[in-house]
C-alpha cells in the first residue's frame, strides 16, 4: 500500500513532536503537533499528546478540549482520561477527577494479573483480609497511605504492600494497616489500589481531612550528628529524582538558594540540614557552601531514617518531592517550592496546602522563574527567625 505525501509528513511531525515532548520543549512540541494536526486532526493518540502538552504549558482550557476530542474518538484510550482526571484535581473538582484518574491503573503491569473479581468497589470491609497496594512514586504513598486507616476503621484486616525503602516507616504506624515483606504469606478476599481508595469513598476537599500529622517517625538516633547542633534546623531539598518525567521543571543547584543560606550571617542559630540520601559533597563545595550546609545522607538507609531526621527539623525547605509529602505527613512545619504548572495535588493558585495544614506552597509567577519564589522563601524564614528571636 502507498504511503502518501500528507500520511508522511503527518508521521514526520507526530513523531518529532513527541521527541520535543520527552526533552521537555513543550512549546516545539505543540508547534510540530500544530503542523501535524493540520494534516490529521481526528487522530485520536495525537489528541491526547496535545492535551498533555497544553497542560505543561499551563493552558488548562485548551487542554481540556483536546483531551476531550481524543475520548470522543478513542473512549478506552487511557491517556487523555489520565490527562483530564489531573485536570479536574488540579482545579479542586475531586468528584471527576478521582474518576477520570483511575485510568492510571491501565498503565501499571502490577495490577493487570490481580484477580478482577476480587477488587474493592467500595462493600462491607468487616472482618475482611484486604491487600493495599502502592504505586507510582514515593511520594504517592506517603500521600494517600493516610485512607488505609479509613479502611481499618470500616473493620478490615489491612495489609500494605509497599516498595522495601517505606516499610520500616509504615511498620511503625499500626493504624495503617500490617506492612507485607517478602515471603509473608499474601492471602486475601480482597485488593485495591492505594490511590484508588479515595475514588472508592468518593472523597472531596471537605472529607479527606487535614490530620496535624497521619505519620509518626522512629527516635533520632543517639549518635546523630543533628544532636550535636543547637540552634534552629532548617531540612533542604533542591533536587528531585531524574528518573522522573517533570525533573526538569522542579530541580535546582544548590547555589540557587544563596539567599537562604546568607540568612545564617543574620541570624548565626540558624543551621541547614541537607536531606538528599546521596551526597552532593562536589555541588556545595563549588558553590562555595561547605561551612553552611550539613550533609546527613550517610545516615539515611531508607524513609523511617529520613523521618526521624526530618521530626528533628524546626523547618523544612523543599522543592515537589516525596520529601515534601514526608514532612508534611509529619506535620512539620514545611515551604513547598512549585513549578508554574505543578503536580495535580497542589492545585492551582493555593497558598496553603489542601493536604498538609502546616506546609505552604510557594509557586514560580512565570515559567523557569525560581528567582522569585527563592526570594519569598528567605523572606519568609527571615521573618519566622525574627518572631523566634522575639520569642526566646
Not at 75 to 94: A, E, K, S, V
Request: hydrophobic share 40%; net charge neutral.
Amino acid at each position: 500500500m502507498k504511503t502518501s505525501a500528507n500520511d508522511s509528513d503527518f508521521s514526520r511531525f507526530f513523531a518529532a513532536g513527541n521527541e520535543a515532548f520527552g526533552r521537555g520543549e513543550f512549546e516545539n512540541s505543540i508547534r510540530l503537533y500544530s503542523r501535524a494536526h493540520q494534516l490529521n486532526s481526528g487522530h485520536a493518540v495525537l489528541l491526547a499528546n496535545i492535551a498533555a502538552t497544553l497542560y505543561e504549558l499551563g493552558q488548562f482550557d485548551e487542554s481540556e478540549i483536546f483531551a476531550r476530542q481524543s475520548i470522543s474518538r478513542s473512549p478506552n484510550y487511557n491517556r487523555p482520561h489520565i490527562t483530564l482526571g489531573m485536570l479536574r484535581l488540579l482545579q479542586g473538582d475531586f468528584a471527576n477527577g478521582w474518576r477520570e484518574y483511575e485510568w492510571v491503573a491501565t498503565l501499571a503491569e502490577k495490577f493487570r494479573s490481580m484477580p478482577p473479581e476480587r477488587e474493592w468497589k467500595g462493600e462491607n470491609l468487616q472482618g475482611t483480609r484486604i491487600v493495599v497496594i502502592d504505586e507510582q512514586g514515593y511520594g504517592d504513598t506517603l500521600q494517600f497511605i493516610r485512607f488505609a486507616a479509613r479502611l481499618v476503621n470500616r473493620g478490615a484486616e489491612v495489609f500494605l504492600d509497599v516498595k522495601a525503602p517505606l516499610r520500616r516507616l509504615l511498620a511503625g504506624n499500626p493504624h495503617l494497616g500490617k506492612v507485607l515483606y517478602p515471603g509473608d504469606p499474601n492471602e486475601y478476599s480482597k485488593w485495591t489500589r492505594l490511590l484508588s481508595i479515595p475514588a472508592v469513598l468518593e472523597e472531596d476537599e471537605n472529607t479527606i481531612g487535614r490530620p496535624e500529622r497521619h505519620l509518626q517517625p522512629p527516635p533520632l538516633p543517639f549518635r546523630s550528628r543533628i544532636n550535636k547542633c543547637a540552634g534552629r534546623k532548617i531540612g533542604l531539598i533542591w533536587k528531585g529524582s531524574a528518573s522522573n518525567s517533570r525533573d526538569a521543571n522542579r530541580s535546582l543547584s544548590v547555589s540557587d538558594f544563596a539567599p537562604v543560606f546568607c540568612l545564617a550571617d543574620r541570624f548565626p542559630d540558624l543551621h541547614f540540614f541537607h536531606l538528599h540520601n546521596l551526597p552532593f559533597t562536589a555541588e556545595i563545595a563549588a558553590a562555595g557552601l561547605t561551612d553552611r550546609l550539613i550533609e546527613m545522607d550517610g545516615e539515611m538507609k531508607d524513609f523511617a531514617d529520613l523521618a526521624a531526621i526530618i521530626e528533628a527539623m524546626d523547618l523544612v525547605v523543599t522543592i515537589d518531592t516525596a520529601v515534601a509529602h514526608l514532612a508534611g505527613a509529619l506535620g512539620k512545619r514545611t515551604l513547598c517550592l512549585l513549578s508554574f504548572v505543578p503536580d495535580w495535588r497542589w492545585e492551582i493558585g493555593k497558598e496553603q496546602s489542601t493536604w498538609y495544614p502546616k506546609t505552604r506552597l510557594i509557586r514560580q509567577p512565570a515559567q523557569n522563574d525560581w528567582h522569585t519564589p527563592i526570594k519569598e522563601t528567605a523572606q519568609y524564614i527571615a521573618s519566622w527567625a525574627e518572631k523566634r528571636a522575639t520569642v526566646r
